[in-house]
């Protein structure tokens, strides 16, 4: 087993990587059950998993009653969390008690959120079922529901109690949500880390085959970029933890020109985003052209969209960045772009002017 500390003072916990944790994970989760139930809330698609989990809850003498919610982004609604929270309170759940988030980031987030508020707080523990939520949102303790105006723009910070993450899960998921998830990989290379972009260009085949020591290696690098990310920001007020929005902006875009739906996964949104952030730089001379081609290559090289084209987008720039203004990362008038130096070197500007990235993106249009 793999422990890794995210370190937060009072809300400090542990990230556990095994392959075969789930089986396990009853004996893992008993000192935080007290005796207590642990209700687990997961989704349509993952009656398996929860099987699995319910049983290593029943060998510890643990019980857990399960609430299984659609699979799906419309999931993080007021409805579902009105729904979860009022089921949750029938379970008799009090404030020291631990719900399970069984699955994604949008069970990750909503079940994070409803605990959040149960009670003015009680606790819960992720289950990530998917590689985005491995390696990014069941770390951090983000959680938020969509409302009219936008994705998780109702939400709070609460961090998990612990993070169980079975690489083992993987292997049922989807090679396309696969990918999708490891586009949040290769952005801890990125953002600071130049020889961890270089094993992703070595090591993603071997991940995408399967490869137990690959996956585990993944997983485990960007879980502990994560750790030291957020122990180092946790509310994103210092500027480090924006760094992994690196591609978000210009996913975003991406993302509600094509109607934030399965036309474009998150996962692609933000690999597409990350090489025309690449591009950017490159274009305004702040980074080496070939640094902005390599990210691209290794992007198209696993199957990613690495620009407007492969995302299948083709609105103009003045629409692109019309989006943009809707994101929920601006400040007053000013749009926070996330630019590189070159692969490894990234950093937070202020200063970019729209007008320019317009330009810039009317001239990726093909
Ligand atoms: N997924 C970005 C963050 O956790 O800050």
């Given at each position: 087993m793999t422990t890794i500390p995210v370190a937060l003072g009072a809300r400090s916990y542990d990230v556990r990587i095994e392959p075969g944790l789930l089986v396990r994970a009853g004996?893992?989760?008993?000192?935080?059950?007290?005796?207590?139930?642990?209700?687990?809330v997961t989704d349509t698609n993952l009656a398996a998993h929860c099987e699995t989990l319910v049983a290593s809850l029943a060998a510890q003498g643990i019980a857990a009653p399960v609430r299984v919610l659609p699979a799906g982004e419309s999931t993080k609604s007021w409805a579902q969390l009105e729904s979860l929270t009022d089921w949750l309170l029938a379970q008799g759940v009090v404030r020291s008690d631990h719900a399970i988030a069984l699955g994604g980031g949008v069970i990750g987030d909503l079940v994070g959120f409803a605990t959040s508020i149960l009670k003015r707080g009680c606790n819960?523990?992720?289950?990530?079922?998917t590689l985005?939520?491995?390696v990014d949102s069941s770390v951090g303790g983000k959680t938020a529901i969509n409302s009219k105006a936008g994705k998780n723009l109702i939400g709070a910070f609460h961090q998990p109690s612990v993070v169980l993450i079975d690489p083992q899960v993987l292997d049922s998921l989807p090679?396309?949500?696969?990918r999708a998830g490891y586009a949040e990989v290769a952005k801890y290379g990125l953002i600071d880390d130049a020889g961890f972009f270089a094993w992703c260009e070595t090591n993603a085949a071997a991940l995408f085959a399967g490869d137990p020591a690959a996956r585990a290696e993944a997983i485990g690098h960007s879980v502990a970029a994560k750790a030291r990310i957020v122990a180092a920001d946790e509310r994103?007020?210092?500027?480090?933890?924006?760094?992994?929005?690196?591609?978000?902006?210009f996913g975003h875009a991406l993302e509600a020109e094509t109607g934030f739906s399965d036309k474009l996964l998150h996962g692609e949104a933000v690999a597409a985003g990350m090489a025309l952030a690449f591009a950017?730089?490159?274009?305004?001379?702040?980074?080496?052209?070939?640094?902005?081609?390599?990210?691209?290559a290794h992007l198209r090289a696993v199957g990613l969209p690495d620009g407007l084209?492969?995302?299948?987008?083709?609105?103009?720039?003045?629409?692109?960045?019309g989006h943009m203004l809707h994101d929920k990362k601006m400040e007053g008038n000013t749009l926070p772009f996330l630019l590189a130096r070159g692969i490894g070197q990234t950093y937070l500007d202020k200063t970019v002017d729209l007008a320019k990235v317009a330009a810039f993106l009317d001239g990726q249009r093909r």
């Open positions: 004996a893992v989760l008993a000192p935080l059950s007290r005796g207590r139930p642990m209700p687990i819960f523990v992720q289950v990530p079922t985005l939520a491995q090679q396309r949500e696969l994103e007020t210092t500027g480090t933890r924006a760094l992994l929005n690196l591609g978000h902006t950017f730089s490159a274009q305004q001379g702040l980074c080496p052209v070939a640094d902005a081609e390599r990210v691209a084209a492969a995302a299948g987008v083709s609105a103009d720039g003045a629409t692109l960045v």
